[in-house]
């Protein structure tokens, strides 16, 4: 049976990853996994400076962009660790706190939305792992990634869990996924390292030359041929960083980072050009004359 699920693409993907987008829908589709537009969803919103600016604000707005979910009667699955954050955390609040719940409802009612929290909001590392399966994927797999070696990067909120217990299985998930399509993964030391992104809105050069840079160094040190990354942000910060790393204060890297949805699609055999790998910001064409032999 075809599972289906709305999709929460987040404003990050949309907007400056479209490669990603284009990846992640053919191997949906590659994998049998049928997915719905989210039609009228806002940012989800932001993590962190949302909830600064007023608590009730990102509770209002990830409640209305769950409640499109519940219309549709389908789990949400987010490509995006922010809002998969966000979302998760704004249904177990407001399902664990009636009294909020109710509150966020009569400012949703003016437009036509109710939250009622009753379907899932998922992590596309979990439901490729759990719903689909490491068998199914490996199946897929016409193009095995043997000859490149990658360090990961979950990213922080891939972490949030409703337990300490629980907050490393989404990690491991993506490790297995990644391990599924023959790439092999170098340790670097520093995996769990935040990519610094969060830190732009307060000090960039504290961003860039004191978090990312040292992230980059070890990863350098470790031979990795690229970075696979499962969050959109942590993909800005990683590629885009590097660019003004070199250009505003002279440190020079060029690691290629990928998402992981482009990795599966590279290693399903999916043509190129259907992906738009080329408007990565950090050239990956060495990488696919790697791949290539």
Same mark, same amino acid.
């Given at each position: 049976?075809?599972?289906?699920? =709305? @999709?929460?693409? #987040? %404003?990050? +993907?949309?907007?400056? *990853?479209?490669?990603? &987008?284009?990846?992640? !829908?053919?191997?949906?589709?590659?994998?049998?996994?049928?997915?719905?537009?989210?039609?009228?969803?806002?940012?989800?919103?932001?993590?962190?400076?949302?909830?600064?600016?007023?608590?009730?604000?990102?509770?209002?707005?990830?409640?209305?962009?769950?409640?499109?979910?519940?219309?549709?009667?389908?789990?949400?699955?987010?490509?995006?660790?922010?809002?998969?954050?966000?979302?998760?955390?704004?249904?177990?609040?407001?399902?664990?706190?009636?009294?909020?719940?109710?509150?966020?409802?009569?400012?949703?009612?003016?437009?036509?939305?109710?939250?009622?929290?009753?379907?899932?909001?998922?992590?596309?590392?979990?439901?490729?792992?759990?719903?689909?399966?490491?068998?199914?994927?490996?199946?897929?797999?016409?193009?095995?990634?043997?000859?490149?070696?990658? =360090? @990961?990067?979950? #990213? %922080?909120? +891939?972490?949030?869990? *409703?337990?300490?217990? &629980?907050?490393?299985? !989404?990690?491991?998930?993506?490790?297995?996924?990644?391990?599924?399509?023959?790439?092999?993964?170098?340790?670097?030391?520093?995996?769990?390292?935040?990519?610094?992104?969060?830190?732009?809105?307060?000090?960039?050069?504290?961003?860039?030359?004191?978090?990312?840079?040292?992230?980059?160094?070890?990863?350098?040190?470790?031979?990795?041929?690229?970075?696979?990354?499962?969050?959109?942000?942590?993909?800005?910060?990683?590629?885009?960083?590097?660019?003004?790393?070199?250009?505003?204060?002279?440190?020079?890297?060029?690691?290629?980072?990928?998402?992981?949805?482009?990795?599966?699609?590279?290693?399903?055999?999916?043509?190129?050009?259907?992906?738009?790998?080329?408007?990565?910001?950090?050239?990956?064409?060495?990488?696919?004359?790697?791949?290539?032999?």
């Amino acid at each position: 049976m075809q599972k289906e699920y =709305a @999709l929460f693409l #987040g %404003c990050t +993907i949309q907007i400056r *990853l479209p490669s990603v &987008e284009a990846a992640s !829908k053919l191997v949906f589709d590659r994998l049998g996994i049928k997915v719905h537009e989210m039609n009228g969803v806002s940012c989800c919103p932001e993590p962190y400076t949302s909830g600064l600016i007023s608590k009730e604000l990102r509770l209002a707005l990830g409640a209305r962009n769950i409640a499109i979910g519940d219309a549709m009667g389908l789990d949400i699955m987010c490509i995006c660790n922010g809002c998969y954050e966000t979302l998760f955390e704004v249904k177990n609040i407001l399902n664990e706190n009636v009294q909020a719940k109710d509150e966020i409802n009569k400012l949703l009612l003016p437009f036509k939305k109710e939250f009622k929290g009753v379907n899932q909001v998922r992590h596309v590392v979990e439901v490729l792992f759990e719903e689909i399966g490491l068998e199914k994927i490996k199946s897929q797999i016409i193009k095995p990634l043997s000859m490149l070696n990658v =360090a @990961l990067h979950p #990213g %922080c909120h +891939i972490y949030k869990a *409703l337990s300490i217990e &629980e907050s490393d299985k !989404k990690p491991r998930m993506f490790e297995e996924i990644v391990k599924a399509t023959g790439a092999n993964i170098v340790n670097y030391g520093l995996e769990k390292m935040c990519c610094g992104y969060p830190q732009r809105q307060v000090n960039e050069r504290i961003s860039l030359v004191e978090t990312l840079a040292t992230k980059l160094k070890e990863i350098m040190n470790s031979k990795a041929d690229c970075i696979v990354v499962v969050c959109p942000g942590c993909h800005i910060q990683l590629e885009f960083g590097q660019i003004e790393l070199k250009h505003k204060y002279k440190i020079a890297f060029q690691i290629p980072v990928i998402h992981l949805m482009e990795l599966l699609a590279i290693a399903m055999g999916i043509p190129y050009e259907k992906l738009g790998l080329e408007i990565h910001r950090i050239p990956i064409k060495d990488l696919i004359k790697k791949l290539e032999g």
